[in-house]
């Protein structure tokens, strides 16, 4: 199945420079996050309709190539059915991104 949902979380502080920190010497608490729900579903179907006006050319395209356009295809539909799943996480001393895909 095609990804229909992607989540983004993105973790971090809200100032390195706090003026607390730097009074204290201690590190600052304040933590600011940002948690995203996108619909990819609504993406596909904005999509669709120029994926089949454009598929006949893009077929005739690939065939004059000689390339196999079916497989090519397949191999895409491949490609997107995969990222189901998918996480990725990258962290830093300052913030942090969670991409997760439905």
């Known amino acids: 199945m095609i990804p229909m949902v992607i989540v983004v979380d993105i973790r971090g502080q809200s100032d390195p420079l706090d003026s607390d920190r730097l ?3 201690r590190p600052s608490r304040s933590r600011r996050r940002l ?3 996108l619909p990819l579903f609504l993406l596909w179907l904005l999509l669709l309709p120029f994926a089949l006006l454009l ?3 893009l077929l ?6 000689g390339r196999k356009p079916i497989a090519i295809f397949a191999a895409t539909f491949d490609l997107l059915t995969a990222m189901t799943g998918t996480r990725v996480e990258v962290k830093s001393p300052d913030a942090s991104v969670f991409i997760r895909v439905f």
Do not use: K, V
């Not at 005739?60 to 190539?65: F, G």
């Open 23 to 25: 009074d204290s010497g």
């Open 35 to 37: 948690y995203l729900w």
């Open 55 to 57: 598929a006949p050319f």
């Open 60 to 65: 005739a395209a690939l065939w004059i190539m």
